[in-house]
């Protein structure tokens, strides 16, 4: 089966970075506030932006002068079906500025 977006969805603290996205962080404010790893913190912050989940949505100018990105997640919602021998993985969009849910997308169909 080729990797989709519920791939990363498996691995430790994936599922919490998405929760915390609702609103936009930094890798260092969500190291911080789930208490992870920094290096594990931009592992699971690539591999959600890969799979659609997570997208970078601004660049500021830390307190000591550093661009820092900030992420937000790319869904409301993940609905997986399991019909006629494939599985079909829809996700619930956000709209890019204001947060509300968007249409259903089909992502990936097995």
Do not use: H
Not at 41 to 69: F, K, M, N, P, W
């Amino acid at each position: 089966m080729a990797p989709g977006p519920i791939q990363p969805l498996g691995k430790k603290y994936s599922a919490e970075i998405l929760m915390a996205t609702a609103e936009p962080r930094s890798a260092g404010e969500l190291s911080e506030r789930l208490d992870i790893p920094i290096a594990t913190s931009y592992r699971r912050i690539d591999e959600l932006r890969d799979a659609g989940l997570l997208t970078l949505c601004d660049r500021v100018q830390s307190s000591g002068g550093r661009r820092t990105r900030i992420y937000r997640r790319d869904v409301n919602g993940i609905r997986i079906e399991f019909a006629d021998g494939e599985v079909e993985v829809s996700l619930e969009d956000r709209r890019p500025a204001t947060g509300e849910a968007n249409e259903d997308r089909t992502a990936y169909t097995d």
